[in-house]
């Protein structure tokens, strides 16, 4: 029974994955130190010792007796990553000290200045989610008529779209990447078209060098959906530095995340300060006068607090989400499963898709997982273009767009569990129940 559970042995496998790196500051690189010190970090964040008979002995983590996990114990796609509360706690106190709130307070900037120095960007700005940072950036734009777009993606992204009054036109997806295919975006451009608004499809970089080209080409504007991107590089540059704005959600199930929030990134001064006016209402703090019509996207001190808390530990916890990621990937991998091709030379390990060789395969591997207490999502599904908006205005745009690519994918993909503190235990069982459904 000790060597029952599918993960390989797990001391070996972090030496060989998880090369000593400045995150943790060690001199050497001995097999012994490797153990002794990084080891019982690793396993710390991510093994469940209630769920195992014995303390784990670092030198064989793989025999280690695996209990049946609960009935009672329900584990989601995701789940918040959440600091040390009494970290929390100690900002707070100077929150209630100062009676400021919100309204561009102390920490709000600070995080602001903090995330900028992190990521190595220059005009960076907050808000309070990842969806008015989207209608924010087709506002400050000026984005008129037609937009290129991806239907494989979270609903506000097309949302924003048609809050904006613009005309969404749905081009085809990668198969490999998950992301918007520039030869499709090209060929779906029309006189109308004002933008394209690409999507880094679970952080994994869009092919960002060709968008740019066809949208200089055509004298488009482009906007990134960057929801997922946090940290993300494409050839060790941020993902952030491309495109007219970037947008980033720090949404409680993000990598990094800030309860609610979002941010926008320019390279464009003008830009950057008329975000800054449409955030709070249009004002222009200097004369305190109302000079445009904006809105009110401004974060505040609580969700401002959280990020700072989160920015402490995001290394460690993106080191641990790789781990978790590779683990599965590892395990399942002489399946006939797909992964992502993932693009950036810097990742983050966000979520973790799987695709299956059909809906049905994918359903049943749904139903096993739910059934033991695992819940995985399927996350496209339905592609944007067949919810239900759209249908009721008799409008089958799956069809008038073409879109093979993005139906196969949304059609089989499931992300399964991923987030720092999932148990070794659970990953475990994950993998298990998937390989019993499909061997």
Not at 200 to 222: Q, S
Not at 391 to 402: H, I, Q, Y
Request: charged share 25%; proline share 4%.
């Amino acid at each position: 029974m000790a060597n029952s559970h599918p993960l390989k042995n797990m001391v070996d496998y972090l030496f060989l994955k998880y090369p000593i790196n400045d995150l943790y500051s060690h001199d050497t690189l001995t097999k012994e130190g490797y153990q002794e010190n990084y080891i019982p970090d690793i396993i710390e964040g991510i093994l469940d010792l209630d769920s195992v008979d014995v303390k784990p002995d670092v030198e064989s983590v793989a025999e280690i007796q695996i209990t049946e996990v609960s009935d009672e114990k329900r584990v989601n796609v995701t789940l918040p990553d959440l600091p040390d509360i009494n970290e929390y706690i100690n900002y707070l106190e100077e929150v209630w000290d100062s009676k400021w709130l919100t309204n561009d307070g102390q920490f709000v900037q600070l995080l602001e200045k903090k995330l900028k120095e992190f990521m190595g960007l220059k005009k960076f700005l907050l808000v309070s989610n990842g969806t008015l940072a989207l209608q924010i950036a087709l506002k400050v734009l000026n984005i008129k008529g037609s937009v290129v777009t991806t239907p494989f993606t979270f609903a506000a992204t097309t949302n924003s779209l048609l809050w904006e009054r613009l005309n969404p036109v749905f081009a085809d997806i990668d198969p490999e990447t998950f992301n918007i295919d520039p030869e499709d975006v090209e060929r779906k451009i029309t006189p109308d078209t004002s933008a394209i608004m690409a999507v880094h499809t679970y952080g994994n970089p869009c092919d960002v060098e060709r968008i740019e080209e066809i949208a200089e080409d055509n004298d488009l504007m482009v906007i990134y959906d960057g929801a997922h991107a946090f940290n993300v590089q494409y050839k060790n540059r941020s993902i952030f530095s491309y495109g007219d704005i970037s947008t980033l959600s720090f949404h409680a199930t993000k990598a990094f995340h800030t309860i609610e929030g979002g941010a926008l990134v320019t390279k464009d001064a003008e830009v950057e300060e008329k975000i800054k006016l449409i955030r709070n209402h249009g004002i222009d703090t200097s004369i305190e006068e109302v000079i445009l019509p904006g809105t009110n996207a401004k974060m505040n001190e609580f969700q401002a607090i959280m990020g700072l808390c989160n920015l402490k530990n995001i290394e460690r916890s993106i080191q641990t989400r790789k781990f978790i990621y590779e683990c599965y990937v590892e395990n399942l991998q002489d399946l006939d499963v797909k992964f992502q091709k993932i693009q950036a030379s810097q990742y983050n390990y966000a979520y973790m898709p799987v695709c299956f060789e059909d809906e049905k395969t994918r359903n049943r591997v749904e139903l096993a997982l739910s059934q033991r207490g695992y819940y995985p999502r399927k996350y496209f599904y339905p592609l944007t273009v067949d919810f239900e908006y759209f249908k009721n205005r008799s409008k089958d745009l799956n069809r008038r767009f073409d879109l093979k690519a993005a139906t196969d994918v949304s059609s089989s993909v499931l992300c399964l569990p991923l987030y720092p503190t999932l148990s070794l235990t659970d990953v475990s069982k994950i993998v298990s129940i998937i390989r019993e459904v499909m061997t």
